[in-house]
């Protein structure tokens, strides 16, 4: 079954740092992708999605991934944080039950940022 | 503002108790999942609906049941509730795709927060 890994449940950067979460997905084949993002008493929201069109995907407020199909990863980044940034942060890899679609997440990534 | 919509927000209730949580999805979305967030557990998978259609079923317990009606809302039931029963409920919605689009994007609901004292 597909799944994806996040390594590190919590990363802190320093304001207008480079944010950098990671996450790895176990498929063969070149899956669906989505990063979501958690923000405090909110619901998920879509941060970005990789679709196999182009493995550099840019998503809302500055988060981009590079798909990266040899090292079967799709890591976040934004060159600079931000205070609003602050937010768990999880990946997602779409599976499938027969012809049912599902999203799997990731354990996720709390990301601190300090001023 | 996904247009998910869930009701309601919070819930608190007692162990061995029944509680109803409802989602509407998106105008136009014809499946409607649902998931559990907990601070072990993560976010896991319940179970999803099509069109009134049951499609597929993740973790979801025996005690707890769903159904999506004809308008397309659907609503989970928590029965015989436990203490480990306290989580965040989310629904999520998604738009029919045509035959080969199909890229799984999902819109959240802002979840039901159920306690179980």
């Known amino acids: 079954a597909q799944s994806v890994t996040q390594l590190g449940s919590h990363v802190s950067v320093s304001e207008g740092a480079l944010v950098l979460l990671r996450c790895n997905y176990s498929?063969?084949?070149?899956?669906?992708l989505f990063w979501y993002v958690q923000y405090p008493n909110q619901g998920l929201q879509l941060l970005l999605k990789y679709t196999s069109a182009a493995t550099l995907v840019k998503g809302i407020n500055g988060f981009e991934a590079e798909f990266k199909k040899s090292e079967t990863s799709f890591h976040l980044t934004k060159p600079s944080a931000h205070m609003s940034d602050a937010a768990e942060y999880f990946c997602a890899v779409t599976t499938y039950s027969g012809s049912a679609r599902q999203l799997t997440f990731g354990s996720g990534t709390q990301l601190t940022v300090l001023p | 503002d996904s247009g998910v919509t869930q009701t309601p927000k919070h819930l608190i209730t007692a162990t061995g108790q029944r509680v109803t949580l409802r989602c509407s999805p998106r105008?136009?979305?014809?499946?409607v999942y649902w998931y559990q967030q907990s601070l072990d557990q993560g976010l896991q998978f319940l179970i999803q609906?099509?069109?009134?259609?049951?499609?597929a079923k993740g973790n979801i317990l025996e005690r707890f049941s769903a159904q999506q009606f004809p308008d397309l809302h659907s609503e989970l039931n928590l029965s015989s509730l436990e203490l480990g029963d306290s989580a965040l409920y989310f629904c999520?919605?998604?738009?029919?795709?045509?035959?080969?689009?199909?890229?799984?994007?999902?819109?959240f609901g802002e979840g039901s927060r159920l306690t179980v004292l």
């Open positions: 105008s136009g979305d014809l499946s």
């Open positions: 609906y099509y069109n009134g259609e049951e499609r």
């Open positions: 498929s063969s084949v070149p899956p669906y």
């Open positions: 999520a919605s998604s738009v029919p795709s045509s035959p080969g689009q199909d890229t799984g994007e999902l819109f």
